[in-house]
DNA sequence: TCAACTTTGTGCGTGCATTCACAAGGGCTT
DNA sequence: AAGCCCTTGTGAATGCACGCACAAAGTTGA
């Protein structure tokens, strides 16, 4: 989806199991599966907080909301934890699932932009809750720094370098207007942040070795609204009907 | 990417080439290509700010951070807009595209769940600026209706049927807890809301003929501690270099 | 122990998306 | 006007993802 400048050693993923003989590529799993495992996890979370501790194929694909062959062969990537007949163990597919995705350790997040969407972003609960803190703010307005947010003070953009060292931050986050959003991913990466996710209305570019990833709100309301137009203009079509339309 | 629950129209791509006269099939452009537009449009705009007048699709496709290939079949699309030996004309493409996203007119959207992130919504300039207009506000708690937000009234969640209906909203976006997220979405639909954007974590269903795509912001966040994880275990076999390595 | 039942794991066909590569088309210079 | 250069538009090849369908593998009950 969004670039991924993964280095070309992408062939070394096999070389993992020891003797010369199976190496089965237990890397490689592919970005469609990773984008669902989250989906997977939350349902998974959701499940056991209700007391459920097996569930089939099936059933994890209605709560996911997806297909249940996709569960069946996104799981199968992470290794056979499934029992035939009975289905998947709740808490043992979370962990399986936690560790692949990297959330057993808890990664230090840094917000740059505390205004209107970068507050929203720090007092979200969704991203402390499983395997991220945010252990850092940062903002270019003077005088922001040193306000508190929900129990993290606002750094100085011109100290972030010291912060993210600091704090062990790997992942920033972006929430500043877009006209700046270049210089912060620049400064970010020069600090040593080796992941962004960029909430900034503008593309961004990252040297090899540094994931982006983008959320863009605008982008999502015009791609609704494109298929709005699609179904305003079918229905005249309908209207008129000359018999030609195929609606399920 | 995420669910369209549009009709299996798709196969009428070549069906349209048939003894039948010219029907304006000049739909059936790829979702791809629809999530790329938008970003192509906002790179026009930016170069047209800038005085710009044509571009190739070279440039455009270093300004929009995809492949030159890419936007010349993108905009293939739309129709033979180009000029060979020149490129497009800026404005031209920004009224060919904004008119194939449906943004010549400028749509009506609620914003239902006026927290942090609802507020950040609301305020957040990127929805404005172009075909769209946060046209109403809605919370459940009693305590916020009437507050005003950037110049809109916040309603309560049980007259959402009437102000969808005077404002004429076609466009609904939930940021409310996961917990009463789908009780909204019910309700928006049953007001006759078409398209949603879903911000609350959680799955979401919806009927035949309303679009529905979500923004979850830990699932970004899980996606890329996924590549953090594995660039960290990469960096670990290259430390030992001796191919022995045995994960977990 | 065995047969019936349930559910996983996966081979395979299909369709979409990406990218290459190049002919067709248009402007520009001489 | 003619040839050169530039860029578009698009066939074709490749790769990826999805989902069907079924054998393998485990459980349950008698």
Redo the contacts between chains.
Sequence with gaps: ?T??E?PA?TA??D????VREPVKV??GIPDAT??R???Y???LHSLAEAGTSTISSDALAA???VNSAKVRKDLSYLGSYGTRGVGYDVTYLIHQIS?????TQR?A?AIVGV???G???A??G??A????RVAALIDADRSRVGEWVDGVAVSHVDDMAEVVRETGV??GVIATPAGVAQDVCDRLVAAGV????NFA?????VPP?V?L?K??????????????????SALAVLAFDNG?????
């Design positions: 989806m670039a991924h993964q050693n070394s993923t070389a993992a199991t020891a237990r890397r990773v984008a495992l989250p989906v996890l939350r349902a709560a996911a909301g560790r692949e995705l990297g959330l990664w997040v205004g209107n969407l507050h929203a972003l007092k979200y969704g991203f809750t499983r395997g991220f790997s992942i080796t992941s962004i996710l209305p503008t593309v961004l570019s070795g994931d990833r959320v863009d709100l605008s982008i999502e309301l015009q791609i609704l609204s494109f298929h709005e137009q699609r179904k305003a030609e339309v195929v609606p399920s």
